[in-house]
């Protein structure tokens, strides 16, 4: 619980479960996990350990079963709720991309900003900012399927900073990509992590990017079994 004085967890699940098939099947249980500002955090675990279904949760895309879910010290309830907050407060970036194949990379960011940023020529020069700063400016007018991988991931990463968010969610966003690719797109993020002190949590089985996180959530079968710093990091 918060004093007071405290400034508030940015996300807190609380005794949070997930269950499917009247019960049946468990992808989460009793999960109490807290985020603070700032913090760099990776959840890992084996297939199936519920890593997805606690970020989902995290972020309001699914609702648990059981438990209380609380975002910036109040707790969320409801679709139009957690939409706004989505919106305007948490920036995704997914394996698969997810880009609208038939927009250009500029479209596909600026699609992020229209119900936030009403000003085209202010969405228009948040995009230009955004592609010059991850290395894609010269791409702008180009279509997703003339990118390569790690383009295309850059795209996503311009497209959740869009609204300049205070969380950056992360669903195994190296998954589909080459090892030195990875690397670059793992050190892309950190350097947004230095330079702009964004919260950010990775889902990834990669041991290598774990290590490099500040901190690390173990999950297996549905529980969390390990909540570990890496050493030197303050809690």
Known sequence: ????????????????????????????????????????????????????????????????????????????????????????????????????????????????????????????????????QLGIGDRRGQYPMQLSGGERQRVAIARALANRPEMIVADEPTGSLDTQTSVEIIALLEELKRTSDITIVIVTHNPDIAARCDRQVSLVDGHIVADERRQGVQT
């Open 1 to 132: 619980m918060t004093e007071p004085n405290e400034t508030p967890a940015l996300a807190e699940l609380r005794h949070c479960s997930r269950s499917f098939d009247r019960g049946r099947i468990v992808a989460l249980n009793d999960a109490s996990l807290t985020i603070g500002r700032g913090e760099y955090v990776a959840v890992t675990g084996p297939s199936g350990s519920g890593k997805s279904t606690l970020l989902d949760i995290m972020c309001g895309l699914e609702e648990p079963t059981g438990g209380e879910v609380f975002f910036d010290g109040r707790r969320v309830r409801g679709r139009a709720s957690w939409a706004r907050i989505r919106a305007a407060r948490i920036g995704f970036v997914f394996q698969s991309f997810y880009l609208i194949p038939s927009l250009t990379v500029a479209e596909n960011v600026e699609l992020a900003m229209l119900w936030q940023t009403k000003a085209p020529a202010a969405r228009a020069a948040r995009v230009a900012d955004l592609l010059d």
